[in-house]
């Protein structure tokens, strides 16, 4: 069981104890560094064995530092500096969680992993092959996050508080009487600060990376006239939709378009200028089958975005009617109703 020392995999480990299972709790130690946001800290290792020891388990710490930084921070800094968006968090579901710690678990002899992710592994009559679907309380569904799986790695899984609401979550830890059972959910990137000493908010961000690379000024440009409108202090910064800390030119609230780091430019433009008729994906991922080409799905951008409706292509998804723009780095899921069926990386 993997215990990040939040409430939703206390009571996955709880709900595994009470079904009979023989389970073992790990907790990974990904991060050593300075952080105040997220789910990698020694306090969070604590309640995760207090967690353990109220459930009468074994609990584990298994270091997984290097290939976090491998798999999941070097990365992250390398999508800043070409002007792409990291998404970490899927990164390291499919490094970490899902591979490293899977590997570890199987060369240990045990059956699968849970963790406390709040979506569904099912099984296909007949088949028997897994199948990812939507956590039941819409609202923290997480399957979006888990959508680069595939069924090889989802059939070692389980996702024990998939079916339960996060208010049944909360409940049952209230029950059993679980150390986490009113500890708030984690938020942001686990290995930035929210902020820098004596800086404000987001300025961990700019502080985690400028420590690793070099951040440069950018100029601001039009996306209609290729006018200057001023400069951004860190083009690296800059993400594709973003429109706090640009230049208005005109009056005008202005949206990040196109970043090109290399030429040190950001393009602004109108909320229409976000719009985009497709988005093109590298590194496609198939739960089972790959959708045949000229399929009908929906796809999402983003861990709580708005599902669109979209034909998918051998290369890309088209959307029904121009969408919001998706910002190159961040995974696009395809579903089938709520159901996972792929991903791909947008371009």
């Known amino acids: 069981m993997a215990m990040s020392g939040g409430v939703d995999s206390s009571v996955a480990a709880g709900l595994l104890v009470e079904d009979g299972h023989e389970v073992v709790g790990a907790t990974m130690k990904l991060w050593g560094g300075a952080s105040d946001s997220g789910c990698c800290s020694a306090a969070d290792v604590r309640d995760a064995r207090r967690v353990c020891d109220q459930l009468g388990v074994e609990h584990h710490v298994f270091n997984f530092t290097t290939e976090f930084t491998a798999s999941v921070v070097d990365p992250y800094v390398a999508d800043h500096a070409a002007g792409r968006t990291p998404n970490p968090c899927v990164e390291c579901n499919r490094h970490l969680k899902f591979g490293a710690l899977l590997e570890r678990a199987a060369r240990l002899g045990f059956a699968a992993v849970a963790t406390g992710h709040h979506a569904r592994v099912e099984r296909s009559p007949g088949t028997g092959r897994p199948r990812l679907r939507r956590g039941a309380d819409v609202a923290k569904d997480q399957s979006y996050v888990l959508a680069a799986l595939t069924s090889a790695e989802l059939d070692r899984v389980l996702l024990p508080v998939g079916a339960l609401t996060k208010a049944e979550v909360r409940a049952f830890a209230e029950r059993r009487g679980l150390a986490t059972a009113a500890k708030p959910d984690s938020q942001d990137v686990c290995f930035v600060a929210s902020r820098a000493p004596g800086g404000g908010p987001s300025s961990g961000r700019r502080s985690f990376l400028e420590d690793r690379m070099e951040l440069h000024p950018g100029r601001v440009l039009d996306a209609a006239t290729g006018e200057s409108l001023g400069e951004v202090p860190a083009v690296e910064l800059v993400t594709v939709g973003q429109r706090r800390g640009l230049p208005a030119g005109g009056g005008r609230r202005r949206f990040a378009v196109a970043i090109d780091t ?27 089958d790959p959708l045949p080409v000229g399929a009908r799905c929906t796809v999402q951008a983003s861990a709580h975005g708005r599902p669109v409706a979209a034909t998918s292509l051998a290369d890309r998804v088209r959307f029904d009617r121009p969408s919001r723009r998706v910002a190159p780095g961040q995974l696009v899921a395809c579903y089938l109703g709520d159901e996972v069926v792929g991903s791909g990386v947008a371009c």
């Open 262 to 288: 290399a030429a040190r430019t950001v393009v602004v433009g109108d909320e229409y200028d976000l719009l985009a008729g497709e988005v093109v994906l590298s590194a496609r991922t198939w739960v089972g």
